[in-house]
């Protein structure tokens, strides 16, 4: 069964032309019933960014550590 979390930037990082804001939130979907959005590798967050924002997450080497969640479910 799928979980359902939101991901929000803890604050505003600036990392190798790329800019991250507390506003760009996004809702993502596990594909296993995980407590952590970023069990495998934010496989679906570095997705949703990169749809929703045109952000790279790796490009701005992101850490679990730059971000809050909530599961909505």
Do not use: H
């Not at 930037?9 to 995980?34: A, C, F, H, Q, Y």
């Amino acid at each position: 069964m799928a979980r359902v979390f939101e991901v929000t930037p803890k604050r505003i990082k600036r990392s190798n032309g790329t800019v991250l804001t507390p506003e760009m939130k996004v809702t993502v979907t596990t594909k296993m019933n995980v407590s952590n959005p970023f069990y495998n590798g934010a496989v679906e967050i570095k997705e949703a960014y990169m749809r929703l924002y045109g952000f790279d997450y790796k490009k701005a080497c992101c850490t679990q550590s730059d971000f809050s969640f909530r599961a909505l479910d």
